[in-house]
């Protein structure tokens, strides 16, 4: 695999001071991330963690060039459960890391959800389900092809921050910055992936409606992208596979451990995961991941 361009990928590791006074800042705050009933706001993060307060707030600054934030040294509860074998949205306990997410969430942007999506849940928890292994989604075991999150929607989030809470040294997160892949496009390439021609065919038989890859926002550009995307016509197929080539010569791994944080910016970075072998016995990967909009796009 090849290494990711340094100018857009940070790393930032904690010291084990500044973890113990998050883990004890995190316990007390009453905060409730589930449901319709969530506070608005996050409490601040605490004197200690100042320096990581300050390199999310220049992430959500920077948003569009700002890459990947790589955070290591966050302490799991020394009290996490056993990772659940069914959908969160059916229990929605804290278990003590929301505030933490809420709060840089916040430093971001703003943290947002989706009603129809992890029913409304501002912190989502992601983990192997039985009976969605084969599927696409975030809780299967199969590989997790190459998407911006929620690709195509009106409001599809900025960024997001993924918390690994246990993890599994068989899955490996897959990142790609597609600044790095358009820089390599031909002019032609680059005009035909800007048009309304990609779209996602459904399961009766239609299409989705074209929509460009690549869009301007704000003097820069955004990009939407799934690998399951298609183009709607022989002129626009070649431009597609092309981009889908040069994520694959870009794409790096990370291995989470407990307590890494990687901000992603869903303005230009493509993710995924390799596929692995849950066992669906209470020891399986579990991650909690917020969405965040730019603070420029409030109200």
């Not at 840089?104 to 989502?124: C, K, N, P, Y």
């Not at 997160?173 to 459904?202: I, K, M, N």
């Not at 407990?258 to 901000?263: K, N, Y």
Request: hydrophobic content about 40%; aromatic content about 6%.
């Amino acid at each position: 695999m090849p290494e990711p361009d340094t100018r857009r990928r940070e790393r930032l590791d904690l010291s084990w001071e500044t973890a113990e006074e998050l883990a004890e800042w995190c316990v007390p705050l009453p905060v409730d991330a589930y449901g319709d009933a969530h506070r608005a706001t996050a409490e601040p993060l605490p004197a200690a963690a100042s320096q990581l307060a300050r390199a999310a707030a220049r992430f959500g600054r920077d948003l569009g060039e700002a890459g990947l934030l790589h955070v290591t040294g966050v302490l799991p509860p020394p009290t996490l459960p056993p990772t659940p074998g069914r959908p969160y949205v059916e229990l929605r306990h804290p278990i003590g890391t929301e505030p933490l997410m809420l709060a840089l969430g916040g430093l971001v942007g703003e943290v947002i959800s989706f009603a129809d999506w992890h029913g409304g849940d501002r912190v989502q928890n992601l983990y192997p389900l039985r009976a969605e292994a084969a599927r696409q989604n975030a809780s299967n075991a199969v590989y997790l092809e190459m998407h911006t999150e929620t690709a195509f929607r009106p409001n599809t989030p900025d960024a997001l921050i993924l918390l690994c809470l246990r993890p599994d040294p068989g899955a490996r997160t897959l990142v790609c910055d597609l600044h790095e892949v358009w820089d390599g496009l031909d002019p032609a390439t680059r005009g035909a992936l800007a048009e309304p021609a990609f779209a996602f065919h459904l399961p009766d038989g239609t299409s989705t409606e074209p929509k460009p890859v690549a869009t301007p926002r704000g003097g820069r550009l955004r990009f939407n992208y799934a690998d399951a995307l298609c183009a709607v016509d022989e002129r626009h197929r070649l431009p597609l596979r092309t981009l889908r080539e040069g994520i694959l010569a870009r794409t790096v791994e990370i291995t989470l451990r407990a307590g890494d944080l990687l901000f992603l910016d869903n303005l230009h970075l493509v993710h995924g995961r390799s596929g692995y072998g849950p066992r669906y016995d209470g020891t399986d990967r579990w991650l909690q991941r917020c969405l965040i909009r730019a603070a420029a796009e409030r109200g």
